[in-house]
Antibody, heavy 121, light 106 residues
Framework: EVQLLESGGGLVQPGGSLRLSCAAS????????MTWVRQAPGKGLEWVSL????????YYADSVKGRFTVSRDNSKNTLYLQMNSLRDDDTAAYYC??????????????WGRGTLVTVSS | IVLTQSPVALSLSPGERATLSCRAS??????LAWYQQKRGQAPSLLIY???NRATGIPPRFSGSGSETDFTLTISSLEPEDFAVYYC?????????FGPGTKVDIK
């Protein structure tokens, strides 16, 4: 059974940093691209970042480019999101999700329950 | 690519048919997915590549369309189908989601 478990969320002041983790199990982690999607309270889904399965290609939303860094440790089956220079509008639940197939990013078929990041002074 | 979903909300009764629309600001081919999100839960994949049902998704859910116009149809609403539905494109970076359509009980 595929499981994704995010952690690392919490309360942080504007300008601060936080690192999110997503522990994966139940599939060959290194074969799949992984993504981060966030959802501000009461709002819709916003794609944040994606990292290819082999840890090569990375992609970011314009709203986080230069501030967030996605990475993975395939030996630990874990995806990370390093978030720096946090702003109030980064407040959201952050979900990690697994790509549907190994050969392309068609869609995301398994999602974690999310971890809440609150940026506030 | 901007995705626009309509209607914003839909009030229907169990057993009725739901038709949800997603329009892209430029062609995405068939690189479009649909997700369902119930209150307090993570999204779940319904449809990928415009018309392919994900594993375990019942046949009352169907997707159609290409290029810029897409439709998600729920042929006969079950009580568990009342939720928010999002479309998402993967034709171009950045990936984008539509704003969602809320399907609630009439």
């Amino acid at each position: 059974e595929v499981q994704l478990l995010e952690s690392g969320g919490g309360l942080v002041q504007p300008g601060g940093s936080l690192r999110l983790s997503c522990a994966a199990s139940g599939f060959t982690f290194s074969n799949y691209a992984m993504t981060w999607v966030r959802q501000a309270p009461g709002k819709g889904l916003e794609w944040v970042s994606l990292l290819g399965g082999a840890g090569g290609a990375t992609y970011y939303a314009d709203s986080v480019k230069g501030r967030f860094t996605v990475s993975r440790d395939n030996s630990k089956n874990t995806l990370y999101l390093q978030m720096n220079s946090l702003r109030d509008d980064d407040t959201a639940a952050y979900y990690c999700a697994k790509a549907l197939m190994t050969d392309s990013v068609r869609a995301f078929d398994h999602w974690g329950r999310g971890t809440l990041v609150t940026v506030s002074s | 690519i901007v995705l626009t979903q309509s209607p914003v909300a839909l009030s229907l009764s169990p057993g009725e048919r739901a038709t949800l629309s997603c329009r892209a600001s430029q062609s995405v081919g068939t690189y479009l997915a649909w997700y369902q999100q119930k209150r307090g839960q993570a999204p779940s994949l319904l449809i990928y590549d415009a018309s392919n049902r994900a594993t375990g998704i019942p046949p009352r859910f169907s997707g159609s369309g290409s290029e810029t116009d897409f439709t998600l149809t729920i042929s006969s609403l079950e009580p568990e189908d009342f939720a928010v539905y999002y479309c998402q494109q993967r034709a171009n970076w950045p990936l984008t989601f539509g704003p969602g359509t809320k399907v609630d009980i009439k």
